[in-house]
Every structure is written in structure tokens, then in C-alpha cells.
């Protein structure tokens, strides 16, 4: 097949029919994405390191690897689902590729699905108290927040189906 005109002469990283692949917007949104599961992870790992520290209690307790976040406890989660649904959220605008096109239904029905496999998962696997043997790494740490986390991602859901024409 070859290619028509318009996209023969286009600059490089622009859709003519489109519009632009990459716009600041959208590097916005994955930063925001990237930093908020950066977040999740880091904040799970600490918890991780402070089971270990309570099952064997030698040593000093484990220090968080983002200073300031252990006075925050819980709002860790908070904030770092709360950045990845932000990031989701400005990605819906029509200067993305998940704003136009078929972007805006890709994104809704992702969202919808993540949502409902999170919680899928989290009902079916994460039985086990956190720090245990056999606990889901993650899904345990979260026990019932697992619930508003998969009801997040369907609510981010809906601001793409505000954009489906």
C-alpha cells in the first residue's frame, strides 16, 4: 500500500488526519501515570520490608524509601492511585490519542476491565493477611482498599465514555 499525500509530507510524530502523536499534554500523563505506580511500589515495598523487620524484630525498624511518606500511612495509597488515575484522566483529552479517535473507547473499556479484574482478583486470591505466606503481593497489603482501587478505574472509565462520540 503507499501512502497517501498528506501523510507522505507530514512531519515526523504528526498524524495529519490525526493530529499530534505526542503533545504535552499527554507526556504529562504518563509522568503522572509513572509516578503514581513509582508510589504504589515504593510504599509496597516498604511494607514488605517492615513485615520482615516485625517476623524476626532484630535491628532498627526499616526506613521508607521516600522520606516523609511513613507519617502519611495509608495516604500513601491515596496519593499513588490517585496520581495514576489523574494521569488516566488528563489522557482523555482530544489533544492524546486516547482523546480522539478510537482512543476514547480503547480507554473506557480498558479502565472497566482493569476495574473489575482488579476486584475479581483481589475476591478470588487475596485471602491472606499481609506479610503472611501465600499473601498476594500487593492485593494483601491493600485488603478491602482493593475494592475502591477497582471502582477508581471504572470511575476513570466513565470520563472516556464522556468522550466517545
Not at 509530507?9 to 499534554?25: K, N, Q
Not at 486470591?125 to 500487593?138: C, E, H, I, K, M
Amino acid at each position: 500500500m503507499s501512502k497517501s499525500k498528506a501523510t507522505a509530507t507530514a512531519p515526523m510524530g504528526l498524524d495529519p488526519l490525526r493530529g499530534p502523536i505526542f503533545s504535552v499534554r499527554f507526556v504529562l500523563s504518563l509522568l503522572l501515570i509513572a509516578a503514581g505506580i513509582a508510589a504504589v511500589v515504593l510504599w509496597t515495598i516498604h511494607l514488605h520490608d517492615v513485615y520482615a523487620w516485625q517476623s524476626t524484630g532484630k535491628g532498627k525498624e526499616p526506613a521508607p524509601l521516600i522520606p516523609g511518606t511513613k507519617k502519611l500511612d495509608n495516604w500513601n495509597w491515596v496519593i499513588g492511585f490517585g496520581l495514576v488515575f489523574l494521569g488516566l484522566i488528563v489522557a482523555a483529552h482530544p489533544k492524546t490519542p486516547l482523546g480522539r479517535g478510537r482512543g476514547p473507547v480503547v480507554g473506557m473499556l480498558g479502565c472497566f476491565l482493569i476495574g473489575l479484574i482488579w476486584i475479581c482478583t483481589f475476591y478470588v486470591f487475596a485471602n491472606r493477611a499481609p506479610g503472611s505466606d501465600g499473601a498476594v503481593w500487593l492485593l494483601s497489603d491493600l485488603q478491602q482498599y482493593n475494592l475502591m482501587v477497582g471502582i477508581g478505574f471504572m470511575a476513570v472509565g466513565f470520563t472516556y465514555a464522556t468522550k466517545w462520540e
